[in-house]
């Protein structure tokens, strides 16, 4: 089958595409607005942007052409609180995707407790294993929908103790969320570990491959 782009809609590409690309990791993010509420959403179009400064990127979308509420706050206040949510947090998780007023304090609605930043004003989720608090660097426009793509800098982590060994996580004592198209969602799965290739190994394969050819 072929599908030429230019024949689908927004929706249509949106639903397509959220299909491909899986699975993504999930950005559980809070903001706080200029009168104090603190929203919290997923968003799951979000990467490692850069390693020095450490910094993130997080695409927001709008709804019915303006910001939403974390787009707005984090606009507004020029920081935001990356949490990361481990599979005892899935429901709660997805359901914080409701669209509420910008008056309704979704981690009220969903009784999330939040803990003070060490570094910034917006809170943290007390329950997320790992939360990084960020400060806006820049938000870049993409395509006609007025989607745009924040980076925020990495000013402070918050790792749970036993997740942490030797400089890195435990990605399978983690266990987070990863999201699929649609309201789907997976768990980690089988964890498979290769030898790392060294330089030398490099150039072996670059020559299997050019004798393939």
Known sequence: MKIETATLSPEQTYKLMTGIVVPRPIAWITTRSTHGVINVAPFSCYTIVSNKPPMIGVNIGRKAGLRKDTGKNIHDSGEFVV???DEDLLLPLHQSAIEYDSDVSEVEVLGLKTIPAESISVPRLA???IS?????HSVTPF??????FYVGEVITIHVRDRLLRDGKIETASLRPICRLGGPNYAHLGEIITLQRIHQTEKAVIQHQGEVCR
């Not at 395509?143 to 745009?148: I, L, S, V």
């Open 83 to 85: 949490n990361i949510a």
């Open 132 to 136: 990084l608090e960020c400060r806006l």
């Open 127 to 129: 329950a997320a294993p």
């Open 143 to 148: 395509g006609q929908t007025g989607a745009e």
